[in-house]
């Protein structure tokens, strides 16, 4: 199995420092895709963040000077009614399949060149090879690095491989930077704040020490941490933080959750309520919601009909209603709720 060179793995670890320096309430900034771009060589280097359920582009960030042309409603209509279907690597994205993939996995140039995709979509944009790397997120919130290149010069498995690397920092730094995102809100609302909010706000010393907690944080800390009454953190955040808190604190009782974000000194307590979905549930409903036959989604999922008709029994049980426009409304219903 290929590995990095001692050079590349160098240059992957600079990287993700100075996106580290570089963070602030967006992730991905234009100056930020300047930096890949000299990791994984191409002509265009863009970032996207899609709703795929309610067809909605979210985020678009090009790599400065490659050119950033509106091509308005109509280009926006191709892409959602056509490409979205159509672009094989957009499709096993959406399956599940969240590595590093080329178009050429899929399709020689000479395939590509016949086929209506390329014709109404890369042939315009005077693209030829794509390597596109996913942050696994689900479908109503998915978010991609697009690399493109013109002429015959294909990316290599190095290039895939420096992506594959690179995937878990890229999640780590989204997840950053929209803990940053809460944090300022949640800090913006400290003073009109209700002991009843579902998020908190603790700010604590180097030592660990709490210098500042809103009513709502301390009423989480001590309904998740029973006993917990101190000045300090309960033991098992104090852990967690020594432990450098690159991945949330998760913490459950009687049925509900507590999540523990970091930034800086600062973490954010965020109440979840338990998913009335599974994620398969959540999964097929998304392609419901997109029109999808139950035929089409067990292709899509390489599921059998019948299963996707018993998850569809189960979801409807589960939200209270009978017909799959009720059922993709109470869904996305749900979405807009987790959004907020």
């Not at 240059?11 to 900034?29: I, K, M, W």
Request: hydrophobic letters at 40%.
């Amino acid at each position: 199995m290929p590995d990095l060179t001692r050079a590349d793995a160098e240059r992957l670890l600079d990287f993700v420092s100075e996106a580290e320096t570089l963070g602030g309430d967006e992730p991905f900034t234009g100056e930020l895709l300047v930096e890949l771009g000299q990791l994984v060589q191409a002509d265009w280097v863009t970032y996207c963040e899609l709703d795929r359920v309610r067809r909605r582009n979210l985020v678009a960030v090009g790599r400065p000077g490659d050119g950033d042309e509106d091509e308005g409603d109509e280009s926006d209509s191709l892409f959602w009614d056509f490409v979205t279907e159509a672009h094989p690597v957009c499709l096993q994205h959406q399956r599940g399949d969240t590595r590093a993939l080329k178009v050429s996995d899929f399709y020689s140039l000479r395939e590509l060149r016949k086929t209506r995709l390329y014709e109404v979509w890369f042939r315009p944009l005077d693209i030829a090879h794509e390597l596109n790397v996913p942050i696994p997120s689900p479908l109503w919130h998915t978010k991609t690095f697009l690399f493109d290149r013109s002429g015959n010069r294909d990316f290599t498995e190095r290039d895939r491989l420096v992506l594959d690397r690179l995937q878990p920092h890229l999640a780590r730094l989204w997840r950053q930077a929209r803990t940053r995102r809460l944090l300022s809100a949640a800090l913006a609302a400290v003073e009109r704040a209700s002991a009843n909010d579902a998020r908190g706000v603790v700010l604590v010393d180097r030592a660990g020490r709490i210098e500042f907690a809103s009513a709502s944080a301390r009423r989480l800390l001590r309904e998740f941490f029973p006993g917990w009454r101190g000045t300090r953190l309960p033991g098992t955040c104090e852990e967690w933080l020594e432990s450098d808190a690159k991945q949330v604190l998760v913490r459950e009782r009687r049925g509900r959750e507590l999540i523990i974000e970091r930034s800086g000194g600062a973490l954010l307590l965020e109440e979840k309520q338990p998913d009335v979905l599974t994620a398969r549930e959540r999964e097929v409903l998304a392609w419901v919601a997109r029109g999808k036959t139950n035929n089409e989604i067990a292709q899509l999922l390489w599921l059998a009909p019948s299963t996707v008709r018993k998850h569809l029994e189960n979801v409807y049980a589960k939200l209270g209603v009978s017909t799959r426009t009720a059922a993709v409304a109470s869904f996305l219903g749900l979405l807009e709720a987790e959004a907020s």
